[in-house]
């Protein structure tokens, strides 16, 4: 059994079947995009896995549990980490205090020392070393979303979910989240599946990409072979001009 498996998945509201048959398999340790258009149900498929919506049909296992029925909270229990597409962070606390938030309620039995130990690694892991004792509404706008990275890091996640991580950056601070991404897939063992709709970025993650359409998956693959597939093209490449999904 993969490490995550999605199933069948179907999520209709009312008469709208947002997700329809959806099927994905993650290995362990495996770094992932999925990429489509618009209103193709990528985010459903988050709040699907996450618990956050209870799928109308199918099954989801995570790390060998069936989690189909299981609230979001008992998910995120068992190690799953989610960075949504609006940073939320606190504001008024330094960036240091932000990434202990997370770790104030966990059940872990490390020292405070460990606790500081790990919270100092994140801190280089996403390039804020400099900046620890900064209040965060002081940072720009791509280093909020990396604190919001690191926050998810602090509750020692297995598997990292993460919606669009690059809205609203600059192209440097982007080839940063994509370097920033591989190194905590590769450096920390977590498995990670992206949504994304910037082609340059998917691009730099150098990983497989499921293409999602009309609520399940339309073709797999590397870049190299999604990019110059006639049906993505068609879909929302445009004529394989399009930079933007």
Same mark, same amino acid.
């Given at each position: 059994?993969?490490?995550?498996?999605?199933?069948?998945?179907?999520?209709?509201?009312?008469?709208?079947?947002?997700?329809?048959?959806?099927?994905?398999?993650?290995?362990?340790?495996?770094?992932?995009?999925?990429?489509?258009?618009?209103?193709?149900?990528?985010? =459903?498929?988050?709040?699907?896995?996450?618990?956050?919506?209870?799928?109308?049909?199918?099954?989801?296992?995570?790390?060998?549990?069936?989690? =189909?029925?299981?609230?979001?909270?008992?998910?995120?229990?068992?190690? +799953?980490?989610?960075?949504?597409?609006?940073?939320?962070?606190?504001?008024?606390?330094?960036?240091?205090? /932000?990434?202990?938030?997370?770790?104030?309620?966990?059940?872990?039995?490390?020292?405070?020392?460990?606790? /500081?130990?790990?919270?100092?690694?994140?801190?280089?892991?996403?390039?804020?070393?400099?900046?620890?004792?900064?209040?965060?509404?002081?940072?720009?706008?791509?280093?909020?979303?990396?604190?919001?990275?690191? +926050?998810?890091?602090?509750?020692?996640?297995?598997?990292?979910?993460?919606?669009?991580?690059?809205?609203?950056? =600059?192209?440097?601070?982007?080839?940063?989240?994509?370097?920033?991404?591989?190194?905590?897939?590769?450096?920390?063992?977590?498995?990670?599946?992206?949504?994304?709709?910037?082609?340059?970025?998917?691009?730099?993650?150098?990983?497989?990409?499921?293409?999602?359409?009309?609520?399940?998956?339309?073709?797999?693959?590397?870049?190299?072979?999604?990019?110059?597939?006639?049906?993505?093209?068609?879909?929302?490449?445009?004529?394989?001009?399009?930079?933007?999904?």
């Amino acid at each position: 059994m993969s490490f995550l498996e999605l199933h069948s998945l179907t999520k209709r509201f009312g008469g709208l079947k947002a997700v329809d048959g959806f099927s994905l398999s993650l290995e362990k340790g495996s770094l992932t995009a999925l990429i489509g258009p618009n209103g193709c149900g990528k985010s =459903t498929i988050f709040n699907l896995i996450s618990g956050t919506f209870a799928p109308t049909d199918g099954t989801i296992f995570f790390d060998g549990v069936d989690i =189909t029925p299981l609230p979001a909270r008992e998910i995120a229990r068992m190690g +799953m980490g989610r960075k949504f597409q609006v940073p939320a962070i606190f504001s008024e606390l330094t960036v240091f205090q /932000n990434l202990k938030v997370p770790t104030l309620q966990s059940s872990s039995s490390l020292s405070r020392k460990q606790v /500081n130990q790990t919270l100092t690694e994140i801190l280089s892991l996403i390039n804020l070393t400099k900046k620890s004792d900064l209040i965060a509404d002081q940072l720009s706008h791509g280093e909020k979303q990396w604190l919001e990275i690191g +926050m998810t890091l602090a509750q020692s996640p297995k598997l990292l979910l993460l919606d669009e991580p690059t809205a609203g950056m =600059t192209t440097i601070e982007t080839a940063a989240t994509a370097e920033l991404i591989k190194n905590i897939n590769k450096e920390g063992d977590v498995t990670v599946l992206v949504i994304e709709h910037d082609i340059g970025f998917i691009e730099q993650l150098q990983c497989p990409l499921a293409v999602m359409a009309r609520g399940s998956i339309l073709k797999s693959g590397d870049f190299q072979t999604i990019r110059n597939d006639r049906d993505v093209q068609e879909l929302y490449f445009g004529n394989a001009g399009s930079s933007h999904a």
